[in-house]
């Protein structure tokens, strides 16, 4: 099977128009036969030309696909949003916002809220799993990631930590973290690393104390010029992952807030983590949505 993104013209067949955007969201949250919300019975739905929503035929309650969704409350047409997921879905280093007003024909505001919407979307699917666990290795390192803002009239350069916890040949995790003290990376690594896992990390005294809380700790040097030990220590895999996010922040966005950082980490974490199912990301995005609301009464 090919691991190889979706092409235009294939995206294109699938959702050539407004009506199979609407519809691929309705089969996919809902289908014919789901029970209503209001009356409860399993009904047909039928389209409401009006708006983006279906009726149910017992009862004529409305149901809007798009609610729950980066979707929601916009004017935008969907398929613009779709095409906007496809390009997310089929480059290395992101999309900027002035590339979506390019090719979508939108102001830059729309383009900026979309491919916000689109990375807290990516965010959300990712759905972070515990790394680790016995007879695996997570490396763990931290890196900082400059930006600019103004400072007494004057352009200072600020700097923001992010962590990252990669498991040997699996799924990575990013927290954006406020710095690299032993009481702000230990209770994160607690939060997303099963105990009894081999850690590596560089020399940073922070990790000193991992044995103390379940965890076999292995170091790797750097001062010393050290990046991988004849047994097999090393935190390469994670810094090949920090040089991809910062390629993607220096060329495609110049420059990313602290505000805005953990979204664009999240969104180079959920390609770097379906780098062997590159295919399936697009309809994943696309398939993938918030909980439904309880059912009324």
């Known amino acids: 099977m090919s691991n190889k993104p979706q092409t235009i013209a294939q995206f294109f067949k699938q959702f050539?128009?407004?009506e199979a955007c609407l519809n691929h969201l309705f089969e996919t949250r809902f289908g014919q036969g789901f029970e209503c919300p209001s009356c409860g019975r399993a009904s047909r739905w039928y389209r409401i030309k009006?708006?983006?929503a279906y009726s149910c035929q017992f009862c004529g309650h409305h149901l809007h696909p798009t609610v729950g969704t980066p979707f929601q409350q916009t004017r935008t047409p969907l398929q613009s949003w779709f095409y906007a997921i496809f390009l997310f879905t089929t480059t290395r280093n992101g999309v900027a916002a002035k590339e979506l007003q390019r090719q979508l024909g939108v102001t830059y505001k729309t383009a900026w809220r979309m491919a916000d919407e689109i990375r807290k979307h990516m965010a959300m699917v990712d759905r972070e799993e515990m790394l680790g666990g016995e007879g695996t290795i997570v490396e763990i390192d931290e890196?900082?990631?400059?930006?600019?803002?103004?400072?007494?009239?004057l352009y200072r350069e600020t700097k923001t930590y992010v962590l990252g916890m990669m498991e040997r040949g699996g799924d990575v995790v990013t927290k954006v973290v406020i710095d690299n003290r032993q009481t702000t990376l230990i209770p994160a690594i607690r939060a997303n690393v099963v105990k009894g896992t081999?850690?590596?990390?560089?020399?940073?005294k922070s990790y000193r104390v991992l044995p103390k809380h379940g965890f076999e700790h292995r170091r790797v040097n750097h001062s010393k010029g050290e990046y991988a030990t004849k047994d097999g220590v090393t935190v390469n895999s994670m810094e090949s992952?920090?040089?991809q996010l910062k390629r993607a922040i220096k060329g495609t966005h110049i420059h990313v807030s602290r505000k805005h950082l953990w979204k664009y980490a999240k969104e180079t974490e959920y390609r770097f983590n379906r780098r062997a199912s590159a295919d399936t990301m697009i309809d994943e995005l696309l398939s993938t949505f918030s909980p439904l609301p309880p059912r009324r009464g």
Do not use: M, Y
């Open 16 to 18: 050539p128009d407004e």
């Open 50 to 52: 009006a708006e983006r």
């Open 143 to 153: 890196t900082l990631i400059g930006g600019k803002s103004k400072g007494r009239g």
């Open 198 to 204: 081999e850690i590596h990390t560089d020399e940073l």
């Open 241 to 243: 992952f920090w040089a």
